[in-house]
């Protein structure tokens, strides 16, 4: 009788081999690829509406009583010298709540606050800056004005390095948009997976991980349970879960193909124990969610 042995690898987005045409083909079928990912997470939510409304409300008050926002901060001043008053009305937040993150909030859960989110470069600045006001010219334009700002004086230190930073800008109260910016600056770590100690700043301890992690998947999944599926070629998949404040990968919950091969990988990286550190807040451990997407090529080798 003849075997068929199944073989499969597994590759991440990397473009760097390509030439532009060829990235942006690539970026073509990847992107209609994860949309059609999005829309099944439509059908298999990772949080329940009641869950996501909670977790939000936790993670604002945390970041509120971390920030210490004033409408006085040292921050707060500087924007008001260095961006008129007046862009203060672009800011949409109607669209803002649109956004996927939002839209199923109602207006007494949603938090009418903006916040900048930053990463530390090799010289200490200011690097992979995001905002979102609902107006994309206007957040360009914000960045340029925080990235003049010197960030010794949010206290941040050469260590911060392996942070996101996060600091609130802005907030409506009493329907008034107004410049209440962060006192203090908050850092979120992220986990640390065995032989990832040596990474230096965020990015390289995020990747580091799902690298980690897809090793493990290549060197654990059944291939008999793949092979039972007829699925040949390149699947795409995104695994998501939760890393506890003990480091433990829990609520494990991946959108993939069928429901036999999400079972598979969420069985997986639930067995992955290699988490030597969990995720921080200010130092303080806590859950961390983790999404990514990956593709598995699985071939017949007669």
Request: proline share 3%; aromatic share 10%; glycine share 2%.
């Amino acid at each position: 009788m003849k075997t068929t042995v199944l073989f499969f690898i597994i590759s991440i987005f990397s473009l760097t081999t390509y030439s532009q045409s060829q990235k942006d083909s690539i970026n073509k079928v990847v992107g209609e690829r994860i949309k059609n990912i999005k829309e099944d997470q439509s059908d298999n939510p990772y949080y329940t509406k009641q869950e996501k409304e909670n977790e939000y409300l936790s993670e604002n008050n945390i970041f509120q009583a971390l920030a210490l926002p004033s409408e006085n901060s040292d921050l707060a001043n500087f924007f008001k010298i260095y961006l008129e008053k007046k862009l203060l009305k672009k800011i949409d937040f109607t669209a803002i709540k649109d956004s996927y993150l939002y839209n199923n909030f109602s207006n007494s859960k949603y938090n009418y606050t903006i916040r900048l989110t930053f990463e530390l470069s090799k010289k200490g600045k200011a690097t992979n800056c995001r905002i979102n006001t609902g107006n994309k010219e206007l957040d360009q334009k914000i960045i340029e004005v925080f990235k003049k700002y010197p960030l010794e004086k949010l206290g941040l230190k050469e260590n911060d390095k392996n942070a996101k930073i996060s600091v609130q800008l802005f907030a409506k109260e009493n329907k008034e948009i107004v410049i209440k910016a962060s006192q203090f600056a908050v850092t979120d770590v992220p986990p640390v997976a065995k032989g990832c100690q040596d990474s230096q700043f965020y990015w390289q301890f995020n990747k580091c991980l799902y690298d980690k992690l897809h090793e493990y998947l290549l060197q654990n999944i059944s291939l008999k349970t793949l092979n039972s599926q007829d699925l040949r070629g390149e699947i795409i998949f995104s695994p998501r879960f939760t890393i506890n404040k003990d480091g433990k990968i829990i609520n494990v919950n991946s959108i993939a193909p069928n429901k036999v091969i999400k079972d598979e990988i969420d069985r997986v990286i639930l067995s992955f124990n290699e988490i030597i550190e969990p995720g921080k807040r200010n130092n303080a451990p806590k859950n961390t969610y983790c999404e990514t997407y990956r593709t598995i090529t699985i071939e017949n080798l007669k």
